[in-house]
């Protein structure tokens, strides 16, 4: 399966802008609401990715589940390397394990992003009438 570099490019874009944005909002709330937020933009990254490849809707889930696992992996690294700036390498090595269990779940979210996407660019373009008459 070839993978469309832009367009995972682009899902990661959305991925890490929206992560950013909810990490500046969204600090020291509750863990639910925080959980909530990162599956929302998990969802928005993947179905990003999946719009652009469109094709099948395994290819999109591919596409988006790729696209938020290397946002999340950058979040990741930025939010483990101001911890162990500004907090220590405890609680740095609990950012990180935590991160990387979250990596699993935060892959769902974007390939049932990808998959909608892809889905609703298929309806888009398969809503050609053909053979009207004027």
Partial sequence: MNINWSAVVTGFVVTLVLGFISGVIYV?????VVV??????????????????????GSGALHGGIATVFGS?????????????FAGVVPTFG??????????FYAIPGAL???IGSWAKGRRTSREVVGARA
């Fill in 113 to 115: 992003g990808g998959a």
């Fill in 28 to 32: 020291g709330s509750e863990a639910s």
């Fill in 73 to 85: 992996l950058i979040l990741l690294a930025i939010a483990a390397f101001t911890t162990l700036l």
């Fill in 95 to 104: 950012v990180v394990v935590l991160g990387l269990l979250m990596l699993a």
């Fill in 36 to 57: 909530l937020y990162w599956g929302t933009i998990g969802v928005l990254g993947g179905l990003a990715a999946g719009y652009l490849v469109g094709g099948t809707v």
